[in-house]
């Protein structure tokens, strides 16, 4: 990760690629029109990449989480996902998601819980049995295949669930607050086993965190929100993915100044001063 400041950078381009996700003045009223929970939200994540959204609680990224994976709807803007609406998106499985609490099933074994939407979906046995060997090898679970969620740490259940989102093979993988209930170690374990499984599989990542550290350490780019009304105040480019070590990254003088400038950057918002900045943002390589 190097840092270098500019006024303006453009997003990442991927040849030909259509975006993972793409908003455009996207707003949310709740409560007949009492709560305004986002206004004028305007982002493009490319193919591939990796986004976190970062602000302070009630901000809205959960909100606008939830309306890219069409589980609520927008009161304005639009929500183009992989070149769909986002109904059609969910329809076609071109995501994965996954929250705070893995929400494993119990009484299903590992390998049975991260079969479950193939399962759901009509694939045959020996087709889901092939998927879910190859996705607890990726996550580093296939001893585990036989154990039930209650035998398994919190860190093995999130990502069993990181697994069971993967199934269909989603181009994009959306994430709130996955490992928020993590102790620190573990937490940091599985950002680097987050981005060894994003890397492998090639799926674009938007993902919900209240951690400047970890939204730099895991992102290509930060998106930086204001208090509710929730707007997109400041996009931060960190340099991508270019690391030797997670050790050597959280350690080095970069990181820390990735870091210092998400918080300065969240302290402006948090005051509401001056204008929202275009997603292009600052770049910080």
Aim: with cysteine; proline share 5%; charged share 25%.
């Amino acid at each position: 990760m190097t840092v270098e400041t500019s006024a303006a950078a453009p997003e990442p381009a991927v040849a030909a690629a259509i975006p993972a996700v793409e908003l455009r003045g996207v707003g949310k009223i709740f409560a007949a029109g009492a709560v305004t929970a986002l206004e004028d939200v305007s982002l493009r994540v490319a193919a591939g990449e990796f986004v976190s959204l970062i602000g302070p609680s009630g901000c809205g990224k959960s909100t606008l989480l939830r309306i890219v994976a069409d589980l609520e709807q927008p009161s304005s803007g639009t929500v183009v996902v992989h070149g769909k609406t986002a109904r059609q998106a969910r329809l076609d499985q071109e995501y994965g998601i996954a929250f705070q609490q893995a929400g494993l099933l119990d009484w299903r074994t590992v390998q049975e819980n991260v079969e479950l939407p193939l399962q759901l979906h009509g694939v045959r046995r020996a087709e889901r049995r092939s998927r879910s060997a190859e996705l607890l090898e990726i996550t580093g679970l296939t001893e585990f295949a036989r154990r039930f969620p209650a035998e398994l740490s919190g860190g093995m259940q999130q990502r069993v669930a990181i697994a069971r989102a993967l199934a269909r093979k989603p181009p994009l993988l959306l994430m709130d607050e996955p490992f928020g209930a993590l102790d620190e170690m573990t937490r940091e374990r599985m950002q680097g086993e987050l981005l060894r499984i994003a890397e492998e599989t090639g799926a674009a990542v938007v993902f919900v965190t209240h951690s400047i550290p970890e939204a730099v350490f895991l992102s290509d780019r930060v998106v930086v929100m204001t208090p509710r009304p929730g707007r997109i105040t400041e996009v931060l480019a960190t340099g991508g993915r270019d690391r030797h070590s997670d050790d050597e990254v959280r350690s080095s003088e970069e990181f820390f100044t990735a870091v210092a400038a998400v918080r300065a950057a969240l302290h402006e918002g948090h005051g509401g001063a001056g204008t929202p900045k275009s997603a292009a943002g600052r770049d910080m390589r």
